[in-house]
C-alpha cells in the first residue's frame, strides 16, 4: 500500500531551496518565495504583487522566470496553473520509489542516504532511483544506525552535521561493527576548508564531497566506489575460499598418513 504524504508549504519550500541550491548554486530570492507561496494558496499575479507592493507586471516577470527555473530543476513543466500538483506528485512518487516495503522492484544496489536536509535527501534518491538504485533515507542518525542493523547496504552517503547524532559518530560506529565495517561511506557537507576534508579521510571514509555537489560527479563516485566494493568482497571470498581448500586438503594428508601408519 502506497502512503500519500501531504507536505505543508514550509515543507516544499524547504525541498525546493535546498535543490535548487544544489542545481543552481542559489537560494530563491524572498519575491520569488512569496510568489511561491501566493501560487500555492491560490493567489492571482494582482494579489500576489499588492503584497509585494509591485507592479503585476513585474511579479509576472520575476514569476515567469521562476517556472522556468523550477521545470529546469524538477524536469517536466512547472506553471502557476499546475505548480501545486505537479511538485506534489513528483514528491509522492519519490516517496513510492523509497518505499522500503517494495525491495523487489530494486535488482540493484541499494544506497543509505543520511541527511537531515529533507530536499538534500528527495534530490539525491530521486537522482539516484532513476539511475537503477535502491535507496533508503533518514534525517536522523540514530534511525540510521537501527537500519543498518537489519539491511545489506551496499554505500552511505552521510551528512557531517546533525542535531541527533554527527555524521563522524555514525562513521566510527559503523566501523567498529564486524558486520558493517566493510561498507564504503561518502561523506557529504557544506564545510569545503581542508581540515574538514582531511579530517574524513583521514578516518578513513572513502571519498568527501562538498555542497553543492554536481550530481552526475556523485553518481560517478557512487558507481566507483560501489564497483570496488565489489571487488574487494570478491577477493575476500576468493582468499576463504582458498582457505577452506587449503584445510580440506591438510586433513586429507593427515587422513592418508594415518591409515599408511595403520
Known sequence: MNIIYRYSFSEILEI???QVYLTKGCYLTIQEQEILKGTWNNLSHREIAESLYLSNGYVRIIASALWKTLSSVFGGNITKANFYYTINNILQLDNTDNNNDHTNQYPKEHILIVDDSLGI????SRFLNK???RVSAFMNGNDALMFLK???INLIILDIFMP???GYEIYEQVKSSVNLNHIPIIFISYLNDSESKV???NLGANDYITKPFNLQELLLRVAYHISCHKRELAKIREIEECKKT???L???VSNNKKGNQE
Open 131 to 133: 539511475n537503477g538504485y
Open 16 to 18: 525546493i531551496q535546498q
Open 121 to 124: 535527501i528527495q534530490l539525491i
Open 150 to 152: 537489519n539491511q545489506s
Open 164 to 166: 541527533d547524532i554527527n
Open 199 to 201: 579530517k574524513s579521510l
Open 250 to 252: 591438510l586433513a586429507e
Open 246 to 248: 587449503i584445510e580440506i
